[in-house]
């Protein structure tokens, strides 16, 4: 479906849009141009990468299982999500619901202003980047500069990030997200140059926090785990646990224990858990693991 070439970091989504527009197909009503084009009618979500919704159309590109990773690498937020995936696998896809269960973040879409005046000038065009769309990011990586987004990106409509130069705001800096962002780039950048790197980190995880045995771990090991996670709010501050998770947050009476969720294997084992688990554990004990010493 998608014959545009991808431009450098550019999201899927946002070649999508861009052949749309450029097949003249604007026009059509858009549950039509879905059908003409054989593809399940479905909303644009920015950091859902697995979800068979976006796989139905990098399957339509008819590439190789390399070249399928290599454009879910380059041209989607995939790499944080193989902190999540059982293995590397570019036939993983997981259902449509319920990828965002739990999470409290941000999931609009965002762009850099600046780097619209820079795609335009080289391209011609301005479009959707990958990296602006990874878990928590606020700041371009490019231009150092705070990304723009508007509550109508919850989902993409078939625009560019041009046509929001006029009505979309700066997105706002919590002071405890400021570290967030050159750690949030790193990671995917590591995972990009070495797939293998999740299983690793996790493995250091699970010896640090002496939780090595078989899954689902014990029930009695629950205490231990409400201690460890008070400790992991303690350290990460309650504001910045409330912000990542929606159960975190104070009107809720319910919480989840996110090391708990995260480790036991005893939650739902078909399903499979947002990355930012993996992140927040892997943010709160990246000065003890020796995997993570790049990231500091
Ligand atoms: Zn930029």
């Given at each position: 479906?998608?014959?545009?070439?991808?431009?450098?970091?550019?999201?899927?989504?946002s070649?999508?849009?861009?052949e749309?527009?450029?097949c003249?197909?604007?026009?059509?009503?858009?549950?039509?141009?879905?059908?003409?084009?054989?593809?399940?009618?479905?909303?644009?979500?920015?950091?859902?990468?697995?979800?068979?919704?976006?796989?139905?159309?990098?399957?339509?590109?008819d590439?190789?299982?390399?070249?399928?990773?290599?454009?879910?690498?380059e041209?989607?937020?995939?790499?944080?999500?193989?902190?999540?995936?059982?293995?590397?696998?570019?036939?993983?896809?997981?259902?449509?619901?319920?990828?965002l269960?739990?999470?409290?973040?941000?999931?609009?879409?965002?762009?850099?202003?600046?780097?619209?005046?820079?795609d335009?000038?080289q391209?011609?065009?301005?479009?959707?980047?990958?990296?602006?769309?990874?878990?928590?990011?606020k700041?371009?990586?490019?231009?150092?500069?705070?990304?723009?987004?508007?509550?109508?990106?919850?989902?993409l409509?078939?625009?560019?990030?041009h046509?929001?130069l006029?009505?979309?705001?700066?997105?706002?800096?919590?002071p405890?997200?400021i570290e967030?962002?050159?750690?949030?780039?790193?990671v995917d950048?590591?995972?990009?140059?070495?797939?293998?790197?999740?299983?690793?980190?996790?493995a250091?995880?699970?010896?640090?926090?002496?939780?090595?045995s078989?899954?689902?771990?014990?029930?009695s090991?629950?205490?231990?785990f409400?201690?460890?996670a008070?400790?992991?709010?303690a350290?990460?501050?309650?504001?910045?646990?409330?912000?990542?998770?929606?159960?975190?947050?104070?009107d809720?009476?319910?919480?989840?224990?996110?090391?708990?969720?995260?480790?036991s294997?005893?939650?739902?084992?078909?399903?499979?858990r947002?990355?930012?688990?993996?992140?927040?554990?892997?943010?709160?004990?990246?000065?003890?693991?020796?995997?993570?010493?790049?990231?500091?």
């Amino acid at each position: 479906m998608i014959r545009v070439e991808l431009l450098p970091e550019e999201h899927v989504y946002s070649a999508f849009v861009r052949e749309r527009m450029l097949c003249g197909q604007m026009y059509l009503n858009t549950k039509r141009f879905f059908e003409i084009n054989d593809i399940a009618y479905h909303q644009l979500h920015s950091q859902l990468p697995l979800n068979t919704d976006l796989m139905s159309i990098i399957l339509k590109m008819d590439l190789t299982p390399e070249q399928t990773l290599n454009i879910q690498l380059e041209h989607t937020p995939v790499a944080l999500w193989l902190l999540s995936t059982p293995t590397v696998d570019v036939e993983y896809t997981m259902p449509n619901n319920n990828a965002l269960a739990g999470i409290n973040i941000d999931t609009r879409w965002r762009f850099c202003p600046q780097c619209v005046v820079a795609d335009m000038a080289q391209y011609g065009v301005s479009y959707w980047h990958r990296s602006h769309q990874l878990c928590g990011a606020k700041i371009c990586p490019i231009h150092n500069h705070l990304l723009h987004s508007h509550d109508e990106l919850k989902v993409l409509p078939f625009t560019l990030p041009h046509h929001w130069l006029e009505t979309a705001e700066t997105m706002s800096l919590q002071p405890w997200e400021i570290e967030w962002q050159p750690f949030i780039y790193h990671v995917d950048k590591t995972i990009k140059a070495d797939p293998l790197w999740p299983n690793r980190v996790k493995a250091q995880i699970r010896r640090y926090l002496n939780c090595e045995s078989q899954l689902p771990l014990k029930q009695s090991e629950h205490k231990r785990f409400d201690v460890l996670a008070k400790q992991m709010t303690a350290d990460l501050g309650q504001e910045y646990m409330a912000e990542l998770f929606s159960s975190s947050r104070p009107d809720r009476r319910l919480k989840t224990n996110i090391l708990w969720a995260t480790l036991s294997g005893q939650v739902g084992s078909a399903k499979i858990r947002h990355p930012l688990f993996w992140l927040a554990i892997i943010f709160w004990l990246r000065n003890e693991l020796s995997e993570c010493q790049h990231l500091i």
